[in-house]
Structure formats: structure tokens, C-alpha cells
């Protein structure tokens, strides 16, 4: 088993355990899906990482594992913040806002980062 598997990061806590949104409507089960937008810490240089995802949980462990080369030698990384939207370019955007400067802005003062 990789040092980055799913099973081990959720044991070290370094992921949170996903919700099922299922919603029923006459006999037929829609998932609806969420897209997030969110900020990874460097534990290596202290540095902050912006980026979206339909799927938080896969996406850190790819970042973990090395197959991101933007944070390939920044490794290991923990999520930091994140924020759940319901479509992709809204997740997109964010992650764009977060990259901006007014966006640095609103995060120091919002004391996230």
C-alpha cells in the first residue's frame, strides 16, 4: 500500500470523511455532486497552494503522491481551507479570486491563511 493511500491518510486524519447527497425522486437516486475550491499548506516550506476539484479527498492524495508537479517538491501538504460549491466554474473563479490580489486580501483578513 502507497504511504499516500486513501485508507492511511484518513487513519493520520489528513482527510475528512466524505457525505453521500443523494437526493429521491420517484424511485430514482440522483448524487449531486459538489465541486470545491481550496487551499493546500506546504508542511515543508510553509507555503500556501490554491486549486479546485470535483473530488477533495483524490486530489490531495495525487498532490501527496507526487503526480502534481506545481507542488511535487513542496511535499507533504494539508489541507487548509476549503469551500464547497455546486458547479465547476464556480469553484473555478474562486480558485481564481483566491490567486488574485484582492483575494490575498480577504484571506489575510479573514485569517485564513
Known amino acids: 500500500m502507497s504511504e499516500w493511500s486513501k485508507e492511511h491518510a484518513l487513519s493520520k486524519g489528513l482527510l475528512r470523511r466524505k457525505c453521500v447527497y443523494v437526493k429521491s425522486v420517484s424511485r430514482a437516486r440522483i448524487r449531486i ?3 470545491y475550491s481550496y487551499i493546500l499548506k506546504s508542511l515543508k516550506d510553509q507555503k500556501f ?3 479546485s476539484t ?4 483524490k486530489r490531495l492524495i495525487k ?4 503526480d502534481v508537479k ?10 487548509h481551507f476549503y469551500e464547497e460549491h455546486e ?3 464556480l469553484a473555478y473563479q474562486r480558485e481564481l479570486f483566491y490567486k488574485s490580489i484582492e483575494g ?4 489575510k483578513k479573514k485569517n485564513i491563511i
Open 104 to 107: 490575498y486580501k480577504y484571506l
Open 63 to 66: 498532490h501527496n503522491k507526487g
Open 87 to 89: 458547479s465547476r466554474s
Open 70 to 79: 506545481a507542488t511535487k517538491f513542496r511535499r507533504p501538504l494539508v489541507l
Open 33 to 35: 455532486v459538489m465541486y
Open 49 to 51: 497552494y490554491y486549486g
Open 54 to 57: 470535483q473530488d477533495l479527498d
